[in-house]
């Protein structure tokens, strides 16, 4: 277990102690160990990691030290902070839309491995060194995620098909990556992709040296945990039953569910106003951003001087700390009625998307990350 900065004892510990004004980010390199584990043991094949779910080096540094060696980037400012990490680092450029100055830079990093989901995406790569992956990138209509990718990335299968071939006859490595939308909880999205992976191989005639099953792995935001492990297995299963001996090999790359959980945010109330309306010192402008587009996640809880509050409760509109009116989380706390000024809400499974979504609004935004053994 890796951490540049110094161990407290718990969340607790510090948040009686330490906690001054700001919102503090409780990190676990323990969790985070965890779930990386987790995939290691549950999922057969590559794990890599997407970075743009939380880039900072204290999850990099410890993705590395855990041994990780591949990540997926979406920027060459993305492949610098990996490499900063890990010198050694392989990295997945699956962004498929990038400008030719990106694509000059990702080259002279030495990307491995590059998403494309269109022809034009293609020819603008140039010349690349024979053997180079292509991860031709399918979208499909599937249901069971929070939101979708395939407004924006993907081609349907016909065009999968000639991509598959146009790679294969410029002496390229043919490969097939999709990406089942954010927060996919359901294993038969997955389970349809490879399906039409399956058919879209068969038809192009040609075999896929890797399927990238993306990240959308889902984590915990109510009271239901999440199943990764029958997520993996159904993977694991469909690539067999439909590939046999011709099983592309496996990859994917989780951000949320690798990254969420080994982070809980402290917030603090600053203000009640009239009838159940409260003030925090961070809002969708800072870490909770994502809460206004994937709704407001149940895993949260008051606390005052080292006791979680109990007792009856009521809806609260939430707002953040900025001067904006629309600076309010999308749907009320649930919170004891016994709330005061001063008092702590802390939200649990915050690791992805939070600090690589927060502005510095207002002056408002940052916030102090602490490093602990134990929530
Ligand atoms: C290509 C790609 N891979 C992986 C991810 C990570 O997805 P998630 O955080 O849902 O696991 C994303 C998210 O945008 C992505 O665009």
Redesign the pocket.
Known sequence: MYSSLPISSSLHAHLWQSYSDRPVLYFSPKVLHESYQRFLLGFDGLVTY?V??NASSLVLDNLASAGLTTF?V?SPAEMQTVRAALPSAVLHY??PVRSLVEIAEAKRFGVQSW?VDSQTELDKLGALATGTEIAVRLHIPVAGAAYD?GEKFGAGPEQVVALLRRVKQRGLTPSL?F?PG??CTDPAAWVRYIEVAHAVSQRAEVDLERVNV????AVWRDRQAPDLERVFTQISDCVKALFGEKSPALVC?????MVASAFTLATQIKALRGLRTVFLNDGVYGLLSEFRDLGVSQRYQAWRAGSKLAGPSAAYTVFGPTCDSIDKLPSPLHLPKSIQEGDYLLFSEIG??SLSLATAFNGYGGCEIVAVTDF
Not at 214 to 217: E, I, N, Q
Not at 253 to 257: D, Q, S, T
């Open positions: 997407a743009k779910a997926d979406a699956h962004n998403a990718f990556t990406h954010t927060q993306g990240g959308g792995f790359e989780p951000g949320r569910a992805a998307y």
